[in-house]
């Protein structure tokens, strides 16, 4: 079930209060990355309920001892990558974000092991909130849904290539966070336009702008060519966040 269908509009502007908004979330992260991040993660466990932080957290460690090790892989077109997860800098931004813009309904493109959805699971608030997020490895789709299920985390993972899923999804995204292939992020977020799935208001969150801008240039040209009000947090990778 869909809990929120906003207004379709494709078309971005650069009103004022979305970059005031920006601007504040920026200012904030610069300010915690001069002081210790960790100390922010520990305080960002406190947007869920007791219980659920435990859930999530035993998994977020779980997955964070794991990713040390670094994954690749290739899709059925021949496209090369590497399964790594959102870096430490990073997940405590994306939970703070979803707490600050209280998304109904946000998409992640590229699921992995799912630590990034977990960190993103972390900040919703919203009653029937959930995360809908796009893997196209079966098995690791399956096995992230097992682990969400597992800590109760309201997501559903769906299995199939972002580029054929995202067509057959319905309803808008007040959130959608990016971190498949580099490449792809344009041609994704025309999808998304293109079949109304975000419209005024959403928020864009891309990661390794930065650290594979090359790969991306397209995107990131995107915004400055439409003026949508964007700012790159600078962390290890570089974390693209936007307003539309
Ligand atoms: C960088 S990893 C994601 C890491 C995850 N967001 C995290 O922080 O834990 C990218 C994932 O996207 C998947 N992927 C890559 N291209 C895709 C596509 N076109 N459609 C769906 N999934 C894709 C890969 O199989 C991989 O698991």
């Not at 079930?1 to 992260?29: V, W």
């Not at 001069?34 to 100390?39: D, P, W, Y």
């Not at 098995?139 to 985390?153: F, H, L, W, Y």
Request: hydrophobic share 35%; net charge negative; with cysteine.
């Amino acid at each position: 079930m869909y809990h929120n269908d906003k207004d379709k509009t494709a078309e971005g502007s650069a009103d004022a209060y979305s970059l005031i908004q920006i601007t504040r979330i920026g200012d904030d992260l610069n300010l915690m990355s001069a002081q210790n991040r960790s100390s922010f993660a520990n305080m960002n466990t406190t947007y869920t309920s007791a219980a659920t932080t435990e859930q999530y957290l035993d998994q977020i460690l779980e997955l964070e001892r794991m990713s040390k090790q670094g994954e690749s892989y290739s899709d059925s077109h021949g496209r090369y990558g590497w399964r790594n997860p959102v870096r430490g800098d990073t997940g405590p931004i994306l939970t703070k974000l979803v707490r600050d813009s209280d998304p109904s309904r946000i998409l992640e493109i590229g699921t992995g092991h799912g630590l990034s959805t977990l960190y993103l699971a972390q900040g919703l608030t919203a009653q029937g909130a959930r995360i809908h997020t796009l893997e196209f490895d079966p098995e690791v789709a399956k096995s992230t849904q097992e682990r969400m299920d597992r800590c109760a985390a309201p997501v559903e993972v769906i299995w199939g290539d972002a580029n054929q899923t995202i067509p057959r999804l319905s309803g808008s995204f007040d959130l959608v966070f990016f971190d498949a292939q580099k490449n792809q992020y344009y041609n994704q977020l025309m999808l998304l336009i293109h079949h109304g799935l975000i419209g005024k208001g959403a928020m864009l969150v891309a990661d390794n702008v930065t650290d594979r801008k090359i790969e991306c240039q397209d995107f990131l040209d995107w915004f400055d060519q439409e003026a949508i009000p964007h700012e790159i947090i600078e962390t290890e990778c570089g974390l693209l966040v936007a307003h539309l």
